[in-house]
């Protein structure tokens, strides 16, 4: 339709489809409706890149991969949602897509590369399945609006939202994980709360360096080591309880938290390391 396809409106894929080709509907801004049937498990890059008029899309149960820039520029999204069947997200998926508020991203995901979401500034929420093995530098950038995330304990917050990491509010960190990585959450000086599930064991080293704006946070029974400064200039802070099954407070880990006025440490505690609450 190569004098109708910027004008039209709705489209319904036919079943038997198993595959959206790359760039099927590149720049049909007129389309604001598509239906895509189950049994497709592709959909390929820039198929649907520039339809600007797309304001909701329905993923089927089927659909594997979603190509790169697949959705970019569809700017009248408002919500997506990833199905459990995908794995994989590519490279400025849905980049560009300003009218995106939410989005979940099933267990099943193993990978979100890089700026998959780029320039989403619309997001506020965004959860992140727990089984994602790989998640691109950037894959947030731009999404300066986001102040809500659920994601894996094994990933970095300033890495994966670049210009988000210092304003976002809250974290919850996926159950099944056991470890907090070094300088996940350092800087997030917005970050208000965290909850830390109990099947993390370790808080590695810098973990929550430098959240000012964390007031409390709950370490789980299951926690048995602290790491070199962990919670270093956390002055919002105001108490913490160290839970029994902790043995070893790594160095400098709570030093410069100014504002704390009470600490209980169990008699489980081996090794509190030097400057461990100094400041």
């Not at 036919?14 to 801004?29: K, N």
């Not at 991969?65 to 794995?87: H, K, M, N, Q, R």
């Not at 590369?113 to 950038?141: P, Q, R, W």
Request: hydrophobic share 35%; glycine share 12%; net charge negative.
């Amino acid at each position: 339709f190569p004098e109708a396809y910027k004008t039209i409106q709705s489209v319904v894929i036919q079943d038997g489809v198993t595959s959206i080709e790359d760039s099927e509907f590149r720049g049909c801004s007129g389309l604001t409706t598509v239906m895509i049937p189950k049994g497709v498990t592709s959909i390929g890059s820039l198929a649907f890149e520039g339809c600007n008029g797309l304001t909701s899309v329905v993923i089927p149960n089927s659909v594997t991969d979603i190509g790169y820039s697949a959705f970019e520029g569809c700017v009248g999204l408002t919500s997506v949602e990833i199905p459990d069947s995908v794995t994989d997200i590519g490279h400025s998926a849905f980049k560009g897509c300003i009218g995106l508020t939410s989005v979940r991203i099933s267990d099943n995901l193993k990978s979100i590369d890089i700026e998959a979401f780029g320039g989403c500034y619309g997001l506020t929420n965004v959860m992140i399945g727990k089984n994602v093995t790989s998640i691109s530098s950037h894959a947030f950038k731009g999404c300066s609006g986001v102040t809500s995330v659920t994601m894996p304990a094994c990933e970095r917050l300033s890495s994966i939202f670049p210009d988000a990491y210092e304003t976002i509010q809250s974290v919850v960190i996926q159950d099944g994980g056991v470890s907090i990585v070094h300088d996940a959450f350092e800087g997030c000086t917005g970050l208000t709360t965290v909850t830390i599930p109990n099947s993390v064991t370790s808080i590695e080293y810098g973990a929550f360096s430098k959240c000012s704006g964390l007031t409390n946070v709950t370490i789980p029974r299951s926690v048995t080591s602290i790491g070199n400064g962990a919670f270093g200039g956390c002055t919002g802070l105001t108490s913490v309880t160290i839970p029994n099954g902790v043995t070893s407070i790594g160095y400098g880990a709570f030093k410069g938290c100014t504002g704390l006025t009470s600490v209980v440490i169990p008699n489980n505690v081996t090794s509190i390391d030097s400057y461990a609450f100094s400041g």
